[in-house]
């Protein structure tokens, strides 16, 4: 028999798919693992249970959550449900102000910020701005496009046939149009068209041929005339899909009716769409035309401007963006999702996208070498772990890409392009998670939890979910506040002890001895499961395996739960000596714990350990040195 020694110091691969298991010449094999379940990968390697997540409030439905970030130092969470945002500061509800997006309307929503002012656009519905003004009043109100002498220069496109013409009964006062074809619906009442050049208010519908208007520019004639157009944004045509800043410009791109257009603002004068007669500062506006549908999907600012169509991806270049200068050209043929708004995200310079496929994030990436934009996908190795994304959002601080799946649960990618590390995990919560948001250096969910939605927050000193912790002056046995969780079996731990199971009756629990100090919230396993020993090094194919023994580099572990091939055993990790008395938690450990095991497996796609523990201490692996005897 040989003896092998195998280490295994860094899990920068992540979970990766079963389809593994017969590629061991892969880099990915040594470093990744069968299964990462609610743990967090170091960019150094290692893994830690994942972070707990503390009960912040009871939202009033489904929704989505919002970061607004007005300066460094002050954010704010948006949570959008039913026609409805609340506004929290501090993990506090600071206001509450009705919305115009239904429930079923929320998914489509797409937004940008830029200093204390929020834009929101849905293709069915006008567009909105949320603004936070002096003392911290919150505003919601419609888009106003820049009007000079009652004429609104917002954009304008002829929705119908070139030949259709448009007859004016006069030129000035009160008037009725007349189309050589049916354009008109009751919608288009308050709305503007311009003819010539010129611009009028249909002020009543009286036909699908003839609208009454009234002239806010005096007309050139009264002959029939093909030269007209009607404003791009209306109840009948729709609104618009998405908006960016880039260049000093408000960009809109898309809309419900015109899927692929541009339009660029005036320079400096965001709500401005002038065409003027197309200087350098004037407002841009151009459809993208291909051999495929380019339905735009996401318009995002770097270094050019991206757009993300349901085709395609695309760069728009210009420097600056002028009239003149501006080009747009193809870069990559994903497309991205089409159901919903997943924002796109700048992560080390690289732009996220989720692809139209929902089973891939592909990384957007400039190089120059090639003067081009690639399209790498990120989860190649584990798409099993991205399966329908509906929202993501990026915690720059722990290196963490969030990603919500479309069953409720989540996954995490930990990202550092300049070490090559690109691992996923997947988490689960006894509940279904519906969206993420990073304000500042805090995640927020939002979840369903047996049909409550609960706002809840992670917490690096928390290790259980929608959990609360407290603390009191004299030890106590009855622990309220509790009724997000009302008729749950939940955990406690107390002063460090973890106790049974206890039911949560009148929003509280009622504990057999005091404590001063509790957590109390829901359990979740964290598991690691490694991939099988490598096959390609000198254990080789078809040969059993035993392994003989584990060097397990621990830190700031509190509790260990292994499995070696004869089911789940807690480990000891620390000897306590005859003459010590410990009244209080056990310390944390760090440094080598050493396993032996017995047993031969013979099934070459199994792995010989597994880490699983519900309990909610702390835990963290660093590394895994195995001592293999292998049979000849």
Do not use: C
């Amino acid at each position: 028999m040989t003896l092998i020694t195998e280490v295994k110091t860094t899990f920068t691969a992540g979970e990766v798919s079963r389809a593994l298991l017969g590629r061991g010449d892969l880099r990915a094999y040594d470093n990744g693992a069968l299964a990462l379940r609610n743990v967090f990968i170091n960019p150094t390697g290692g893994v830690r249970r994942r972070f707990g997540l503390g009960f912040v409030d009871t939202a009033p439905g489904n929704g989505k959550i919002i970061a607004f970030e007005f300066n460094t130092e002050q954010t704010a969470l948006l949570l959008l449900t039913h026609e409805r945002i609340d506004i929290y500061t501090g993990g506090l509800l600071a206001a509450t102000i009705a919305a115009p997006w239904e429930e079923s309307q929320i998914a489509q929503l797409a937004w940008i910020q830029s200093a204390d002012t929020l834009l929101l656009v849905h293709p069915d519905v006008p567009p909105r701005k949320l603004t936070r003004g002096t003392g911290g009043t919150w505003t919601l109100s419609n888009w106003s496009f820049f009007t000079e002498n009652n004429v609104t220069h917002q954009p304008y496109y002829k929705f119908a046939e070139s030949e259709v013409t448009l007859t004016p009964s006069a030129t000035t006062g009160a008037i009725t149009l007349t189309s050589s074809a049916s354009v008109f619906e009751a919608g288009h009442e308050n709305t503007r068209l311009r003819v010539g050049g010129k611009e009028v208010l249909i002020t009543d519908f009286d036909s699908p041929t003839v609208v009454s208007a009234t002239v806010i520019e005096t007309l050139a004639g009264t002959s029939a005339t093909i030269d007209w157009a009607e404003q791009a944004f209306s109840p009948v045509r729709g609104y618009p899909v998405t908006v960016a800043f880039h260049q000093d410009r408000l960009v809109i791109g898309g809309s419900r009716d015109l899927p692929n257009r541009l339009w660029f603002s005036k320079s400096g004068d965001l709500f401005n769409f002038d065409l003027g007669t197309g200087l350098d500062d004037e407002a841009i506006e151009f459809a993208i035309l291909s051999d495929q549908v380019n339905a735009i999907r996401g318009v995002f600012s770097s270094r050019h401007l991206q757009v993300f169509t349901s085709g395609a991806e695309w760069m728009v270049t210009g420097d600056p963006l002028t009239p003149g200068a501006v080009q747009i050209r193809r870069q990559t043929r994903t497309g991205s999702v089409i159901n919903r708004y997943i924002p796109p995200l700048n992560v080390d310079g690289a732009t996220l996208y989720v692809a139209r496929s929902r089973s891939e994030i592909h990384e957007f990436l400039y190089t120059d070498l090639e003067q081009a934009y690639t399209s790498t996908d990120l989860a190649l190795l584990s798409r099993h772990v991205i399966e329908n994304p509906v929202d993501q959002d990026y915690d720059q601080r722990n290196r963490l890409l969030f990603v919500v799946r479309e069953d409720g649960k989540f996954a995490t990618l930990t990202v550092f392009r300049a070490e090559a590390v690109s691992a996923w995990t997947l988490h689960e919560t006894d509940g279904l998670v519906k969206s993420v948001a990073v304000v500042g250096d805090e995640v927020y969910m939002l979840i369903n939890r047996a049909g409550d939605y609960l706002l809840e927050l992670f917490d690096s000193n928390l290790h259980l979910d929608s959990a609360l912790a407290g603390e009191a002056g004299s030890p106590a046995t009855v622990w309220s506040g509790l009724d997000h969780l009302e008729g749950r079996t939940v955990s406690v731990k107390a002063d460090g002890a973890l106790l049974p199971g206890h039911l949560v009756t009148g929003g509280a629990v009622t504990l057999s001895e005091p404590a001063s100090a509790v957590e109390i919230g829901l359990p979740y396993t964290h598991i690691i499961e490694p991939l099988p020993p490598n096959e390609t090094t000198a254990v080789g194919p078809g040969r059993k395996v035993r392994l003989v023994r584990g060097l397990f580099r621990l830190k700031d572990t509190a509790s260990l739960r292994l499995d070696t091939g004869r089911g789940l055993k807690d480990i000891t990790l620390r000897q306590i000596g005859e003459d010590e008395i410990l009244d209080g938690p056990a310390p944390l450990v760090s440094g080598d714990i050493a396993v032996r095991a017995l047993g031969w497996q013979k099934d070459g796609t199994k792995p010989l350990w597994r880490i699983e523990q519900s309990a909610p201490l702390p835990f963290e692996l660093l590394s895994v040195t195995t001592e293999l005897k292998v049979n000849e």
